[in-house]
């Protein structure tokens, strides 16, 4: 079973909100930077790696139910959608880490995207 | 495009619906040896424009219309039997036909109904274009988009899909939406869903209804140029959301309802939208989707989610 905090350790990345969440398990990874890619595709329990930083993604990922967001390539975050976030105590992530890279450093762990296993 | 010419180009896409489950099964029917004042009293009672006839084994024989009671009436014929005055080119359409079939019907014949017989040419009911209509948005998500003549059907109080009473006021849930922040795009649909979540429903369900709720919002806020509603509704073992506005109308409905295809500007692309994914995602999400739409008047999209079964309380 992988935890947010292998992911955490993984990707060398911050916590910029939803600290408590750091033992739930993610049951599976996906990257995508349109919106409506993220509302198709996610499922419950899911992490997605994006470059996109405006608030509507933390409202769409609250929308779809998921786990938590990781903001690759360290890009700079608008502080409402920290703040947004942090109201909702969702899980969003920082790393330095490029998406590619990010990429492929979870998927060497085995967990997989919504399109395997079904 | 004429109306005949829309009903060929879905008569492709549902090429596997029969007659007979699309047609309207309780039809007035009349025997040939009753006498044309008592086809003319029937019609009247039940407020239709013609009848097909019958003979002694329920066999269809024969058709009267208006235009042939009022041409008894001219000839002083009214109590003649019917057979006498009946026309006995029937066109018919059979239970099993394909809707492709029944749509060339429509296109051949000028007649406004056809009856619907089965193997030993009995009547077993009536299609009209209604019925076409009425026939595929039961069985199937469909889009439909709107024409001028039946400006009736958008913005009314009865939903497009089961045709039950849904006011306004009776909503359970309400958001106006504000279509000059793009930046607000979505609240709607996620207060919709905490909304849901705060009523113990189960998740699944509630996820499905705030993706669908905020394709549709979003919808409205890129592409309407309008103002629009979110509203919610509660029956028995279903949910309804219906999202309304009074916009431009979409422009080319097989494009709109490609994957991939988008009408988005690039600063709207800029910030994760438009990737031509919003109908697809309803009809994913929603177990029942109809889209309404018409240039400069609007469009409404009405979807449907199923409650599951086990969530029902047991008593």
Redesign the interface.
């Known amino acids: 079973m992988i935890k947010v905090r292998d992911i955490v350790a993984l990707l060398e990345a911050e916590v910029l909100s939803g600290e408590s969440k750091l033992d739930e398990e993610v049951k599976s990874v996906g990257a995508s930077d349109m919106i409506s890619d993220i509302l198709a595709l996610t499922q419950p329990g899911m992490m997605v790696l994006t470059g996109y930083t405006y608030p509507q993604v933390i409202r769409t990922a609250l929308v779809t139910d998921l786990l938590g967001l990781i903001v690759v390539r360290g890009k700079n975050i608008a502080p409402e959608t920290i703040a947004y976030a942090r109201e909702n105590n969702f899980l969003l992530l920082r790393t330095r880490s490029y998406l590619y890279s990010s990429c492929g450093k979870i998927y060497a762990t085995g967990l997989r995207g919504s399109d395997v296993g079904k | 495009m004429s109306e005949n010419n829309k009903l060929a180009r879905y008569a492709a896409i549902f090429e596997d619906i029969k007659a007979g489950e699309i047609m309207s099964s309780n039809v007035v029917e009349i025997s040939a040896d009753k006498k044309i004042a008592h086809a003319k009293e029937l019609m009247k009672i039940k407020k239709i424009s013609g009848m097909p006839v019958v003979d002694e084994k329920k066999q269809l024989i024969g058709i009267i219309s208006i235009e042939d009671i009022i041409h008894a009436f001219e000839f002083n014929k009214i109590n003649d039997p019917i057979h006498r005055i009946m026309s006995t080119q029937v066109v018919t359409i059979h239970k099993d036909d394909s809707l492709a079939d029944v749509v060339d019907k429509f296109e051949n014949y000028k007649y406004g109904r056809f009856p619907v017989v089965d193997d030993d040419k009995r009547v077993c009911g009536i299609i009209s274009k209604e019925d076409i209509l009425h026939g595929i948005l039961e069985k199937f998500n469909l889009i439909y988009i709107h024409d001028q003549k039946r400006t009736s059907t958008l913005n009314t109080e009865y939903s497009a899909i089961t045709g039950e009473k849904l006011k306004v006021e009776e909503a359970e849930f309400h958001y106006q939406i504000d279509s000059s922040d793009i ?1 607000a ?3 709607g ?2 207060m919709l ?1 905490q909304f849901l979540t705060g009523k113990n429903f189960h ?1 699944d369900i509630v ?1 499905r209804v ?2 669908a709720t ?2 549709a919002e ?1 919808n409205v806020v890129i592409h309407s140029r309008g103002q629009g509603d979110i509203y919610f509704y509660q029956h028995e073992d279903r949910f309804i959301v219906r999202v309304v506005d009074n916009g431009i109308g979409i422009e080319d409905l097989d494009k709109a309802m490609k994957e991939g295809y988008s009408t988005a500007p690039d600063y709207i692309r800029e ?3 438009g ?4 109908i ?2 309803m009809k ?1 999400f929603a177990d029942k989707l109809v889209i309404i739409s018409e240039k400069k008047v609007g469009t409404q999209v009405e979807m449907i989610f199923y409650l599951p079964t086990q969530t029902w309380p047991l008593i």
Do not use: C
């Open positions: 930046d795009a979505g609240t649909a996620a869903k998740s996820r705030g993706v905020y394709e979003t910030r994760g939208f990737a031509g994914m919003g697809a995602n994913r």
